[in-house]
């Protein structure tokens, strides 16, 4: 079984630094995917980005960009220039390649960002 | 591109009750996904659906069941409702296998 480990449960960030949250995981599988959802106070997941693991070179969208260990099985997300509205929970997710489709997310990181 | 549509917001029952919330996808996804997010324990996968069968089921009693209509959208149906099963349950569609899943605004059910 596959599990997602946040071992931050809240951070905070002044406005326009950067913040570096933390997931690890545990996986027998080769072939995977991985995901950082944002969950704001409105309470809709959004995805920020996903990850191929047999991709080596790290996702980026815009301000967010992952740093993706796959021996370490570490997979932190990056946000540069913080913004109010990152005010957010993030989840870290790990998805199988195989046909089981299930999700697993991780218990989620409590992010504020400061102005 | 109108997004997972869920409703109702909110339902209130009392235990013992049976309750029915419904998803709709976004068009031309035919994976439907129910998750339950219980205060302080994360997302817990319940129930996927894809092409009208259901494909995976998490560790959930069988009161917790489900259905995928021929245009897709789904229904959660949880019967005998317990204390323990007042949560926000999200539902997300996707594309397919392996596609990313786009998420719902969440009902969330209030067990009195």
């Known amino acids: 079984a596959q599990t997602v480990t946040q071992s931050q449960p809240e951070m905070s960030v002044q406005e326009a630094e950067t913040v570096t949250l933390s997931c690890t995981y545990d996986?027998?599988?080769?072939?995977?995917?991985l995901f950082w959802y944002k969950q704001p106070p409105s309470r809709q997941m959004i995805l920020v980005i996903r990850?191929?693991?047999?991709?080596?070179q790290n996702a980026t969208e815009n301000r967010f960009s992952v740093n993706f260990q796959k021996a370490a099985k570490s997979f932190s997300l990056k946000i540069s220039d913080s913004q109010l509205g990152d005010t957010a929970m993030y989840f870290c997710a790990f998805q199988n390649s195989g046909g089981y489709q299930k999700v697993t997310f991780g218990t989620g990181t409590k992010l504020q960002v400061i102005p | 591109e109108a997004g997972v549509t869920q409703s109702p917001t909110h339902l209130i029952k009392t235990r013992g009750q049976q309750a029915t919330l419904r998803c709709s996808p976004i068009s031309g996804h035919t994976s439907v996904y129910w998750y339950q997010q219980a205060l302080g324990l994360g997302l817990q996968f319940l129930l996927w659906y894809d092409e009208g069968e259901e494909r995976n089921r998490g560790n959930f009693p069988p009161r917790f069941s489900g259905r995928q209509f021929p245009n897709y959208s789904s229904e959660l149906n949880v019967n005998a409702l317990e204390l323990e099963d007042s949560a926000l349950y999200l539902c997300?569609?996707?594309?397919?296998?392996?596609?990313?899943?786009?998420f719902g605004d969440g009902t969330r059910l209030s067990i009195l």
């Open positions: 996986t027998s599988e080769n072939n995977y995917y």
């Open positions: 990850q191929e693991a047999y991709k080596q």
């Open positions: 997300a569609s996707s594309l397919g296998i392996s596609r990313p899943q786009h």
